[in-house]
């Protein structure tokens, strides 16, 4: 049987696109095994929104074709569509496919290297069980036109397309059959969704009502949009539909409206603020979580204070803090770098401290309550002991005693006190309840995840 192995770095949109070329490759007679096992075909899905990420993605090439110098090695995502542009290569790679044709990924394998199929036999009956998932990533748009100074995915993700609307929207339905409870909408930009990029009609705020309303899926997040992208629909959505998740990754940058301005952020603090305030007006208990960078160019110390009074205003229920490192082509790239290495590892540490805080505030405000809590398995994986772990709709990780076979399902947490990542619980379900939760679990196979081996930044 050929062999094939895949891994993800970066992003939710790329974790979504490596499933799917998964899905191929099993559908051409193909059984996937880790990436660090020798296989006949390495796909590396690769990101380049830092300078780790681009020198992590060379390095799993390098990796690949040292376990089988024989292999197919093929590079697609963010870092091959950056070293195509630039007309040069990645050692060890066989094959770079660009990102507009990545989901064509098996197509150009077949194509390079005929033989390797030559070993499959009947395709279809191999497609493995793939098995369902307690949360699926679901892919609704690709491409960004925002151009945002520090950011290079205008240049390697350059058309903006939204999927159409009854494509996802059987998808959704599918993943709620097979018992995923919840799905994560992601993409690019997803705030550019709508008909005039191809959804046939609904703008976001529609499209995840529709998911939202699919039998079996408990729960919808939205993964991060451009605070732009906000309508008034989309806030009324999360008002209203009880399966949307209250909690929006606003994804700021800055606390500075002088860095925003030189970031070519369409917006300031003040609009900013307006808006937090307006969602949680509307929607009772909301999460806000951002993204933050420290040490753009030209950043002084005036401007990052103004970050810190900002984070501490706004008090994020979590935040993403980066050092800000020049990205290839992006107009930051020009500006001279000129924030001290040292000097931004203070800033970090000093924005750090405070968004510890705001997010264990935001967490103490539920001590005592028992909240819904989607269990996603053994807390720190199979050695983790008999502690599981789940995340409340609004994004609070909570770690609480109970057996393996709650996995998958929705039960009921009181937090009991706060930590440094979230919150710890107790099951508040009787014992006859519990074994009855136990007994009816469903015998799990989890789909196998190509867990991404970097964050990415946006
Ligand atoms: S940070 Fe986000 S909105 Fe800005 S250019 Fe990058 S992907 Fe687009």
Redesign the pocket.
């Known amino acids: 049987m050929p062999v094939a192995a895949l891994t993800t770095l970066g992003c939710k949109v790329n974790q979504y696109e490596t499933e799917k070329i998964a899905d191929d490759v099993a559908r051409a007679g193909f059984t996937l095994t880790e990436f660090d096992a020798p296989a006949d075909v390495y796909v590396i899905n690769s990101c380049s929104v830092t300078a780790a990420a681009d020198k992590k993605s060379r390095y799993l090439a390098r990796k690949a074709s040292r376990i089988n110098p024989d292999a197919v090695v093929v590079m697609t995502g963010c870092h091959s569509q950056m070293v195509l542009d630039a007309g040069e290569w990645v050692d060890g790679a066989t094959l770079l496919v660009p990102n507009h044709e990545k989901m064509e990924t098996f197509r150009h394998v077949a194509q390079a290297r005929p033989e390797v199929l030559t070993y499959s036999s009947s395709p279809a009956s191999l497609l493995p069980e793939r098995g369902y998932r307690t949360r699926a990533t679901l892919k609704v748009q690709d491409g960004?036109?925002?151009?945002?100074g520090?950011?290079s995915?205008?240049y390697t993700r350059k058309v903006l397309v939204s999927r159409p609307a009854d494509e996802i929207v059987s998808e959704a339905a599918a993943l709620g059959r097979d018992g995923t409870r919840e799905i994560v909408v992601t993409g690019?930009?997803v705030g550019a969704y709508g008909p005039d990029t191809g959804s046939g009609g609904p703008d976001l705020a529609e499209l995840l009502l529709e998911i939202a309303d699919q039998p079996g899926v408990a729960r919808v997040r939205l993964s991060?949009i451009?605070p732009i992208e906000v309508t008034d629909a989309l806030i009324e959505a999360f008002a209203s539909h009880p399966n949307l998740c209250p909690h929006l990754h606003l994804?700021c940058?800055s606390g500075d409206d002088a860095v925003l301005e030189r970031m070519n952020?369409p917006y300031d603090t003040a609009f900013y603020k307006n808006l937090v305030q307006r969602l949680r007006a509307a929607i009772p208990d909301v999460a806000i979580t951002t993204d933050l960078i420290v040490g753009y160019p030209g950043e002084t110390r005036q401007e990052h204070e103004n970050t810190l009074r900002f984070a501490e205003e706004v008090a994020f229920q979590r935040t993403h803090v980066f050092r800000y490192s020049p990205r290839p082509r992006t107009h930051a790239e020009t500006l001279p770098d000129n924030v001290a290495h040292e000097e931004k590892v203070r800033r970090h540490a000093e924005l750090q401290a405070i968004v510890e805080r705001t997010n264990q505030e935001f967490a103490e405000r539920y001590i005592g309550e028992t909240l819904p809590v989607l269990v996603e398995g053994r807390e720190g994986g199979s050695s983790g002991g008999g502690n599981l772990s789940g995340h409340t709709t609004h994004y609070i990780k909570v770690v609480f005693p109970g057996p393996r076979e709650l996995t998958g399902q929705i039960v009921p947490v009181r937090l009991t006190g706060v930590t440094g990542s979230g919150a710890t619980g107790v099951l508040a379900l009787t014992e006859a309840e519990t074994a009855a939760r136990v007994a009816a679990a469903a015998p799990r196979h989890e789909a196998p995840q190509f867990t991404p081996l970097l964050m990415a930044?946006?």
């Open positions: 960004c036109e925002h151009f945002c520090f950011c995915i205008p690019v930009c991060s451009q994804s940058q952020r930044a946006p």
